[in-house]
């Protein structure tokens, strides 16, 4: 074989090398904050989550971060990450704040989980951030909760990229169940996806009578059209609180349809071109 030939061999070897690397470093980063301080439901949830969460980018080749510093929640700590996870609360400061909407107005991906949404007046938690949470979110204050954490019977009411392979209906994983103020129904911004199914009810234990929900419409899982976005209302481990144990009953994570669902917003949201 001539010089000229081996030479051209070598150069398509390197490109071929290069090729192979700049694709290895295509994967996409997800970032997820949390607290982790307060319910110890949410703090199980917490390291269920980062566990959970390395295993299945490995499997499907994207990379997982986590951080309890939310002063990390500025500009140039985001620009590395095409997804924003927030695992149990919210960011509190104005810089923030201020850097996250920045952040999902620019094309960012969100996936939120149960207590994220949270806010009450005369609270840990106000309202004090309408954009997200009556804007971004849609959902505005939280109303109430069924109790204990039991599972339910959870429909799919859209069909979308990030419903794709779920069953019409599935049984989900102990979880307390938030209702909200405002009506999500009415909000053309929110496409909800998943809700309780009537079977459900009566859906909670108590002891106390409104912790037991015997009708209505609950939306858990939705995403805003305007944003990549994805709110998900499970996030909330069962918990051995009566026995003084706080020994973990549940995990959120040991379903299908589920884990299904938060994978393919993951994948839709990491490798969108924008």
Not at 20 to 32: E, G, L, R, T, Y
Not at 146 to 167: C, F, H, Q, Y
Not at 201 to 217: D, M, N, R, V
Not at 238 to 261: M, P
Request: with cysteine; glycine share 6%.
């Amino acid at each position: 074989m001539s010089k000229k030939y081996i030479l051209i061999a070598l150069f398509s070897i390197c490109l071929l090398g290069f090729s192979q690397s700049k694709k290895a470093n295509s994967k996409f980063k997800v970032i997820a904050f949390y607290t982790a301080k307060n319910d110890q439901a949410h703090i199980s949830f917490v390291h269920e989550a980062n566990k959970w969460f390395p295993k299945i980018a490995e499997e499907n080749h994207f990379e997982y971060d986590s951080t309890s510093n939310w002063d990390n929640l500025n500009a140039k700590f985001l620009a590395q990450y095409k997804v924003v996870l927030f695992l149990d609360t919210r960011p509190e400061t104005s810089g923030q704040r201020e850097a996250f909407q920045k952040y999902m107005k620019n094309g960012g991906g969100f996936i939120g989980f149960h207590f994220s949404a949270f806010a009450l007046n005369d609270s840990s938690y106000p309202q004090n951030w309408d954009w997200y949470h009556n804007t971004f979110l849609g959902s505005g204050e939280y109303g109430s909760n069924t109790w204990r954490p039991t599972s339910a019977v959870l429909r799919v009411e859209n069909k979308d990229p990030i419903t794709k392979g779920l069953t019409k209906t599935f049984s989900s994983q102990p979880n307390e169940w938030y209702r909200w103020s405002n009506d999500l129904t009415k909000n053309p911004n929110i496409k909800i996806l998943v809700a309780i199914d009537e079977s459900s009810f009566p859906l909670g234990t108590g002891p106390k009578a409104h912790e037991i929900w015997h009708s209505g419409y609950y939306p858990v899982v939705w995403t805003n059209i305007k944003y990549k976005m994805l709110y998900v209302n499970m996030g909330h481990n069962d918990i051995d609180y009566e026995h003084g144990t706080n020994k973990t009953l549940s995990n959120t994570f040991e379903n299908e349809n589920q884990n299904k669902l938060i994978l393919n917003a993951l994948q839709l949201f990491g490798n969108s071109k924008k």
